[in-house]
């Protein structure tokens, strides 16, 4: 499925074949060497490789964020304007981040974008049947426990109002649909292909990818006590593993990115109402019933996808 990402060397391979000699100089060579390709290479130089790759797209992606805030801070003294600000930066650096990732795999930037941007009735069933089990949760969680609920109306409320009381519509937009945007192209778009692309494992993209979306939510320690509690984290960051993983398999099942940015922004408009500041208390029983059936959903979600991925895989060699 995802060969199209290697027909010919990319990546650090590319470089390596740009070293060689070119024709001219070729027939000068007694037996000039070709540029192995990535089943070739021992599985300890693509991890090699693979590093180095990473190191070189995350790279590339801060160079991207940092020239998208420069255009959002040039659109702030223009206009002013908090919502055309979030929009501005968030359509740089998604069209930087394709451009890049065009030119690393060494594919046509509109037949990149065809590809990941599929969304048909599959798909659309997926995310309805994700918004109902999503609904059915808020609903038990809401009606469990009442000395505390993990999930409330009125975190909701305080989530999508300033301080005065005014609507934060520049911060939804950004955390509703900007920030899943921006990591979905990075975590899933730009991690899981190019390691799909270096090790030819799909279970392999989609643990690396999920094990860095975990890591990089714990930059939230910093704010430790003024906006999350201690054991907020802890589950926001344990989530984050499951639902990266669940994404990161769903890509390479499904083959659309878009997908995973319908699935990850219901994830955040439910997440609204989760308490953040407030400690949660495991030794009641609905929140621990709470939080273990919220995981074990996610878990049983997970084992369908390497099911089908399996599936696929063997019907794959059969053709």
Not at 37 to 64: D, K, Y
Not at 193 to 217: D, K, M, P, Y
Not at 291 to 304: D, E, P, Q
Request: glycine share 6%.
């Amino acid at each position: 499925m995802w060969s199209w990402l290697s027909p010919e060397p990319n990546g650090a391979l590319a470089a390596l074949a740009a070293l060689q000699p070119d024709a001219t100089e070729a027939e000068k060579t007694p037996t000039p060497t070709p540029t192995p390709t990535p089943a070739e290479l021992p599985l300890a130089v693509r991890w090699v490789l693979l590093v180095m790759e990473l190191a070189l797209v995350s790279g590339g992606a801060f160079l991207l964020l940092l020239s998208s805030s420069v255009i959002g801070a040039l659109v702030r003294g223009l206009l002013g304007a908090g919502v055309v600000v979030q929009l501005c930066e968030a359509a740089a650096f998604g069209w930087g981040l394709v451009t890049f990732l065009s030119w690393f795999f060494h594919v046509p930037k509109r037949d990149f974008v065809r590809r990941l941007a599929a969304f048909g009735r599959r798909e659309g069933r997926t995310c309805m049947v994700s918004v109902l089990l999503h609904s059915v949760a808020t609903v038990a969680l809401t009606t469990w426990s009442e000395d505390q609920r993990v999930w409330s109306w009125e975190n909701a409320r305080a989530a999508v109002h300033r301080s005065d009381g005014s609507l934060a519509t520049a911060e939804m937009m950004k955390n509703l649909l900007l920030a899943p945007m921006t990591e979905e192209l990075f975590f899933r778009g730009m991690l899981v292909l190019v390691t799909v692309n270096r090790l030819g494992s799909v279970e392999w993209g989609a643990s690396v990818s999920s094990v860095l979306f975990a890591a990089i939510h714990l930059a939230n320690a910093r704010h430790l006590g003024t906006q999350y509690s201690a054991s907020y984290l802890v589950f926001q960051v344990l989530w984050a593993l499951l639902v990266g993983l669940f994404l990161a398999l769903k890509l390479v099942v499904s083959g659309s990115l878009v997908e995973c940015f319908a699935l990850h922004t219901i994830n955040n408009v439910f997440a609204l109402g989760v308490a953040r500041n407030a400690a949660m208390n495991l030794t009641q029983p609905g929140v621990c019933v709470s939080i273990l059936a919220s995981f074990s959903a996610y878990a049983l979600v997970i084992a369908k996808q390497l099911q089908a991925l399996r599936h696929k895989a063997s019907r794959d060699k059969t053709l």
